[in-house]
């Protein structure tokens, strides 16, 4: 990641290009969640890109002409602006403890990424134990039915579990 924003000497600036790619930049970081460098910021990148963003999460998905070379330099200035503008350049901790007492333990991103692994990990074990309680119903039919309730009773709460952690897609 070279560029303007790599000059910042705290970082921090550099620190929100989650992902670049030809014609999309992703900025995430936990103090674009303050309302006023976010509304800064966007309002500097709205003249230069298409822009979705989300100031509860600190966050910015900048859309632009791949063919445009010389764009993520400028995005990269503009971001570099608006955090060298801002006075203080130390991560915001909600809580109000000193950022280098609470770890990385506190910080709201890796937050969302660890639930969201558990997540993840959790909806695996719930796809394989429903697949593996459906076979298991079919393979006891020749069996007994006690155990073909047993396994069908698996599938049906696997199925559940699956469903829990997909709930707000599964009722749009």
């Given at each position: ?38 509304a ?5 990148l ?10 509860t999460?600190?966050?910015?998905l ?10 993520e330099?400028?995005?990269?200035s ?12 130390e991560?915001l ?12 333990e ?30 298991g ?36």
């Amino acid at each position: 990641m070279a560029g303007p924003a790599m000059t910042h000497p705290n970082n921090q600036a550099a620190a929100a290009f989650v992902s670049v790619l030809p014609g999309r930049i992703r900025l995430r970081h936990p103090l674009l969640r303050d309302r006023a460098r976010h509304a800064a910021l966007d309002g500097r990148l709205r003249v230069l890109v298409e822009v979705n963003a989300d100031p509860t999460v600190g966050s910015f998905l900048l859309r632009y002409d791949p063919a445009d070379t010389a764009m993520e330099a400028r995005i990269r200035s503009e971001v570099d602006a608006v955090w060298a503008a801002t006075p203080e350049a130390e991560p915001l901790d909600p809580h109000g403890a000193d950022s280098e007492q609470a770890g990385p333990e506190s910080d709201p991103l890796d937050r969302l990424r660890r639930r969201a692994q558990a997540r993840s990990s959790i909806n695996r074990i719930a796809k394989v134990g429903a697949l593996a309680g459906m076979a298991g119903t079919v393979a006891a039919l020749g069996v007994s039915r006690k155990l073909h309730a047993q396994m069908g009773v698996v599938a049906i709460a696997m199925t559940l579990t699956h469903l829990a952690v997909h709930w707000r897609r599964t009722f749009r």
